[in-house]
Nanobody
Framework: VQLQASGGGLVQAGGSLRLSCAAS????????MGWFRQAPGKERDFVAA????????YYVDSVKGRFTISRDNAKNTVYLQMSSLNAEDTAVYYC???????????????WGKGTQVTVSS
């Protein structure tokens, strides 16, 4: 599975962005999809995930109520709608795919190239 993330950019604090991740080369609907982010000097951290079959969504506490993950199986695309952005959201955002659920430390076999999100204060 190949993943291509896009949609990053520079936004002012309080603004919004929508990230997209297009998948190819596999059966998209067979994978759970997630978003991770890595800020400068920090580890890559989980942000959100969506289950392929149930559509259940999961978020890290810091983005609950501000970010929404969704997927369109017909378009082989997962989205991350981000609003009320603040400086702490500045990071490189990566989309990811795995056949099982996402949990802390779960191996992730498929990563997209990151897309930079910069929030100016």
């Amino acid at each position: 599975v190949q993943l291509q993330a896009s949609g990053g950019g520079l936004v002012q604090a309080g603004g919004s962005l929508r990230l997209s991740c297009a998948a190819s080369g596999g059966t998209f609907s067979a994978y759970n999809m997630g978003w991770f982010r890595q800020a400068p000097g920090k580890e890559r951290d989980f942000v959100a995930a969506v289950n392929w079959s149930s559509g259940s969504t999961y978020y890290v506490d810091s983005v609950k109520g501000r970010f929404t993950i969704s997927r369109d199986n017909a378009k082989n695309t997962v989205y991350l709608q981000m609003s009320s952005l603040n400086a702490e959201d500045t990071a490189v955002y990566y989309c990811a795919a795995r056949s099982g659920i996402f949990y802390r430390g779960a191996p992730v076999p498929y990563w997209g190239k990151g897309t930079q999100v910069t929030v100016s204060s």
